[in-house]
């Protein structure tokens, strides 16, 4: 199982990014998916999930601003990411599990996860 994320890169407050996850290695059209990100010197936090179903959740600090989506035709998640803010600078990593059970907000829960791409933003 291969996750391989892209789209990070520096941005101006305000701005946009959309990062991507291509997923290889098995078929995962009912997994839930989502993505984490972790930040120089603080705990890697969950940013947002999507189940199965379809069905999104998002962190506090980024509801509202991003979005979560995926492509089960072309083995791909996205991660929309608007109005950015300093405070999104981080690492972001793109998560994935076979099963929905469990909480989605716990990284332990998430067995495969990609290399990260680096979001900037000042």
């Known amino acids: 199982v291969q996750l391989v994320e892209s789209g990070g890169g520096s941005v101006q407050a305000g701005g946009s990014l959309r990062l991507s996850c291509i997923i290889s290695?098995?078929?995962?059209?009912?997994?839930?998916m989502g993505w984490f990100r972790q930040a120089p010197g603080k705990e890697r936090e969950w940013v947002a999930a999507?189940?199965?179903?379809?069905?999104?959740n998002y962190a506090d600090p980024v509801k509202g601003r991003f979005t979560i989506s995926k492509d089960n035709a072309k083995d791909t998640l996205y991660l929309q990411m608007n109005s950015l803010r300093p405070e999104d600078t981080a690492m972001y990593y793109c998560?994935?599990?076979?099963?929905?059970?469990?909480?989605?907000?716990?990284?332990?829960?998430?067995?495969?996860w990609g290399q990260g791409t680096q979001v900037t933003v000042s």
């Open positions: 998560v994935a599990r076979t099963t929905c059970r469990g909480p989605f907000w716990m990284d332990n829960e998430y067995p495969y």
């Open positions: 999507i189940d199965s179903d379809g069905i999104t």
């Open positions: 290695g098995y078929t995962h059209s009912s997994d839930c």
